[in-house]
């Protein structure tokens, strides 16, 4: 029998996906269970609130919030991101007070700037599709959702753990430069936003598969 040396490359997948942290929001309680139930099938720890105004309670981007993190130092901001470690935010559209797209646009215009935002919706409506994208959403996915749709997830995970592990801040003034916009809609799921393009994306990725977020 040939034995193997190694780490076996789907029990290191498995390992990591348990580190990955998602912020789920929805005002419905069923919606909320479906979807941690899903994510939690996928090995993601999830965090789930019932607002818009919750979650940027959660990320700290409340008025009050927001001039104190102004008024902090950059380094403080990052410290305070590393300590919530949310790698992807999944937001319903249609919410009381604060819908998700008012909810996207608060959160790209904020220091949680670079962390992946998914849309999601029960109608279909292409004009509310495509403002989402526009804004910056890297998917808008329509309900109910199953557990092939989370799974697609997983590339803006990986995208968003690189994201936070580069040292290389000059990267962020290139960002438009090095995005392309891919929108596909295929059997009422719009997927594939926004993906980006650097010199050596598959390296980078490659050198994340072996580790994991503590």
């Not at 215009?109 to 004009?127: H, L, Y």
């Not at 509310?128 to 910056?136: A, D, H, P, T």
Request: with cysteine; net charge negative.
């Amino acid at each position: 029998m040939e034995v193997r040396s190694g780490v076996n490359v789907a029990d290191t997948q498995q390992s990591q996906k348990q580190h990955f942290h998602v912020l789920a929001v929805d005002d419905s309680l069923t919606e909320r269970k479906i979807l941690e139930r899903l994510l939690r099938e996928s090995s993601c720890k999830v965090t789930c609130v019932d607002s818009g105004d919750k979650a940027l309670e959660y990320l700290r981007l409340l008025d009050g919030q927001e001039s104190d993190s102004t008024a902090s130092s950059s380094s403080t901001q990052s410290s305070q991101q590393e300590e919530l470690k949310v790698h992807l935010i999944m937001t319903d559209y249609s919410m009381p007070g604060m819908n998700g797209y008012d909810l996207l646009k608060r959160v790209k215009g904020s220091s949680w700037k670079d962390i992946p935002v998914v849309v999601m919706s029960s109608e279909n409506v292409p004009s509310r599709i495509r403002k989402c994208l526009e804004e910056g959403a890297e998917e808008f996915l329509l309900k109910p959702l199953q557990l092939t749709d989370v799974n697609k997830l997983q590339p803006h995970l990986l995208k968003s753990l690189v994201h936070s592990n580069k040292d290389i801040s000059s990267c962020t003034d290139n960002d438009n430069d090095n995005i392309i916009d891919i929108t596909m809609i295929n059997n009422n799921k719009v997927i594939s936003k926004r993906r980006a393009v650097s010199p050596e994306p598959l390296e980078t990725i490659t050198k994340m598969k072996g580790l994991a977020v503590v």
